[in-house]
């Protein structure tokens, strides 16, 4: 096999891995829309919260899932931290809000969290968040909004004790041969503005080989909480899993 059907055969494997991880996900991941937008996570603990940013729960913003009727959320007050350096929040969504959605959206369990970021060389990383230009409208002025599934690797040497990169660049993204014509023809991703609050997965399909009939989306694994874009560096910024679990 030379370089060029290596390539193509890789791309063809992550076109799969994305568009599974895009299936798997979507009962978990509202939309969440204020004054400004961002992506949220339905999780389950002692009841069912909402998680993302606090800078995106700073907009006040209900959460929208994304369904044939755009089901929108009233949530509960949302915790934050008095340390400006701990970007996320969560709020609890009351259960008469949750039984609008109960059977099509789910809550992500707990144990799909890793106790730490720790993936291998050239480890696929899958997002699903809602990208700033596929939102014009939202909610009550009944325009839809594009929730969309991505698939990034780590940027090798950078990132610290707190946070991750992952490569992000527009103009080298492409469209998985999933994607239904519609959304192939409507999805943009050059504002990643609305990513702010995404879980981040370690898919551990490189870990297991890179092999599709040992692989399942079940194996992926929650890493990190993706907090904002770094232009300078091309990369989107993920606060690490194991910070994320000592603040929950």
């Known amino acids: 096999m030379d370089e060029q059907q290596a390539r193509a055969m890789w791309n063809q494997l992550t076109h799969r891995v994305t568009d599974l991880m895009k299936v798997h996900t979507r009962p978990f991941v509202p939309a969440l829309a204020g ?3 961002g992506t949220g996570t339905f999780i389950e603990r002692n009841e069912i ?3 993302t940013c606090a800078h995106v729960a700073s907009c006040a913003p209900d959460a929208h899932y994304i369904d044939d009727s755009d089901t929108i959320l009233n949530v509960g007050t949302w915790r934050t931290d008095q340390n400006p350096a701990v970007d996320a929040a969560i709020a609890p969504i009351p259960s008469g809000e949750w039984a609008k959605v109960a059977g099509r959206a789910m809550p992500l ?5 890793a106790s730490n970021h720790r993936t291998v060389a050239h ?3 899958f997002f699903r968040g809602l990208a700033g230009e596929n939102t014009a409208y939202i909610g009550t002025f009944g325009a839809e ?3 969309s599934g991505y698939c990034s690797q780590e940027k090798p040497g950078s990132g610290d004790a707190n946070i991750f990169e992952m490569h992000w660049e527009p103009g080298a993204a492409t469209v998985t041969m999933g994607t239904g014509l519609e959304a ?3 999805v943009k991703y050059d504002h990643p503005a609305g990513f702010s609050g995404s879980l981040v997965w370690n898919t551990r399909f490189v870990e297991m080989g890179c092999d599709l009939a040992k692989w399942t989306p079940d194996d992926a694994m929650i890493t990190g909480l993706l907090r904002r874009y770094d232009p300078g560096t091309k990369t989107l ?3 690490r899993v194991e910070h994320l679990l000592a603040w929950l």
């Open 35 to 37: 004054s400004e937008i």
């Open 237 to 239: 910024l993920a606060w």
């Open 184 to 186: 192939g023809s409507k």
């Open 123 to 125: 480890e696929l990383l």
């Open 145 to 147: 909004a594009i929730v």
């Open 109 to 113: 369990a707990m144990r799909r969290f």
């Open 49 to 51: 919260e909402v998680l």
